[in-house]
């Protein structure tokens, strides 16, 4: 490996000992960049990766609320605005028991190069609390929200810092943010938040966007191979908003998807998946994938035991992990490859860990790499901001256009990158250098800062 950038990984690795996700993240861009590096021996002397790798900040805080019986609860609070380079800070919230500074650092991360893929002018950012909203009713949820964003609020703005939804943050979470930072700033400022409901200035296809985007990311992959995805057969982990929204847009481009998961266990449908019964126990009952078998006995439920999901042992010619990080381990891939899989879209943030991503590429499986194949959300969130500083908005159409020709433009850009440096059909490798060679062109423009 080339020194510099075996020095920087030691350097990174000593230094985060304890972040394993983050360093995980790390080790895959900084390997995947090596053609670059070399032909750039004046970043060594300009520090430029050690300064990509560090966040320019990292904000830690309590929050306290309220529960239904009277008592106070504390959680964490986080949020790294991890670069700013092209942009304001840009990235979700995520609201689950995991969550930790590692995992922070590496959502931030991965922000900055899927940011910087979209062509849009937006940094990269990343926070959340280890809240777990599961089981907690409506009042609970806007209490906690509210208190978190009494602290929030002093570090966020429409050109500073910019959040959205992630795990466990959806509209309704969103709508608890806003109104508490209206109220604090006692002004409307819509640009502040992204991924909020279309009656108080939210964008129209903002919740379908991730989704619909690793779809439109799929089809310009496969038909760079000479394949589609109509007639093909898709299992997808998850059932929340990533996963929902690519089974919708996969079933219109012509594909059956039969199956789905949530952390308990998966489905498995034949005839293909009733979209509209998963929608109404997760977005409206908020319930079990399980309890689709009450409307389709038919259907097949796999109960999950140890790290590996069931839905992965279904034979499929696509998997799309939509679920968690690190979900879809070597096990997996190889069972996966065994049964046949053409293709792997990444719909959740690194959810292949890094020897199951290896064993895919080694073994000839396309591989559309999260922070290309999943960055129609935010795509979408920058297309929402503007429509709040315009005070103007478009349809459903409009947007569902602008986010189909972001993600060719994404596409085009990973391939051309890996073509260069010839990795052709590469696209994990061909995603980080076409992110990397902006941030890193940017960063010798704007100087040492």
């Given at each position: 490996m080339n020194n510099y950038l075996a020095n920087v990984i030691s350097r990174t690795e000593q230094m985060n000992a304890k972040e394993p996700e983050y360093l995980q993240a790390v080790r895959e861009v900084l390997t995947s960049i090596e053609p670059v590096i070399n032909i750039h021996p004046e970043y060594d002397r300009m520090a430029l990766l050690e300064r990509l790798v560090e966040p320019e900040r990292c904000i830690l805080f309590r929050v306290p609320w309220v529960d239904d019986n009277g008592k106070v609860v504390v959680n964490r609070g986080f949020r790294v605005q991890f670069n700013s380079l092209i942009g304001p800070y840009k990235g979700g919230l995520r609201f689950h028991p995991s969550v930790n500074l590692s995992i922070m650092k590496f959502l931030g991360f991965e922000q900055i190069f899927k940011n910087a893929l979209t062509g849009l002018p937006i940094g990269g950012a990343k926070g959340g609390s280890d809240f777990d909203p599961k089981g907690k009713s409506d009042g609970e949820i806007m209490r906690f929200c509210q208190s978190f964003m009494n602290e929030l609020y002093r570090h966020i703005g429409a050109d500073v810092d910019v959040p959205a939804g992630d795990i466990g943050v959806g509209g309704r979470e969103i709508g608890y943010l806003f109104g508490q930072y209206k109220k604090i700033r006692n002004a409307y400022e819509g640009g502040v938040l992204t991924g909020k409901d279309v009656c108080y200035g939210g964008s129209l296809a903002r919740k379908e966007a991730t989704g619909y985007g690793l779809m439109f990311f799929m089809r310009e992959m496969l038909a760079a191979h000479d394949n589609s995805v109509a007639g093909k057969t898709v299992t997808i982990s998850?059932?929340?908003?990533?996963?929902i929204y690519a089974c919708?847009?996969?079933?219109?481009?012509?594909?059956?998807?039969v199956a789905m998961s949530d952390s308990n266990g998966c489905i498995y449908d034949s005839e293909g998946i009733d979209l509209d019964c998963v929608k109404q126990i997760k977005e409206v009952q908020r319930g079990r994938i399980k309890d689709y078998l009450n409307k389709h006995p038919q259907a097949q439920y796999f109960e999950r035991n140890g790290e590996t999901s069931p839905v992965w042992s279904i034979k499929t010619d696509i998997a799309l992990p939509c679920a968690t990080q690190n979900e879809l381990n070597l096990e997996a891939a190889k069972i996966l490859v065994s049964n046949g899989v053409v293709a792997v879209g990444e719909g959740a943030n690194m959810p292949c860990t890094q020897d199951a991503t290896d064993y895919f590429l080694a073994n000839n499986v396309l591989v559309a790499p999260a922070k290309a194949a999943n960055a129609g959300g935010v795509a979408t969130s920058a297309i929402e901001m503007s429509q709040n500083s315009m005070r103007f908005y478009y349809t459903f159409e409009e947007v569902e256009k602008k986010l189909d020709n972001i993600m060719v433009h994404i596409f085009n850009e990973c391939e051309a990158?890996?073509?260069?440096?010839?990795?052709?059909?590469?696209?994990v490798a061909g995603a980080n250098i076409a992110a990397f060679e902006k941030l890193a062109s940017a960063m010798v423009c704007q100087g040492i800062v």
């Open positions: 998850g059932s929340g908003n990533v996963a919708e847009k996969a079933q219109a481009m012509g594909a059956n998807v990158a890996s073509d260069k440096y010839g990795q052709h059909g590469n696209y």
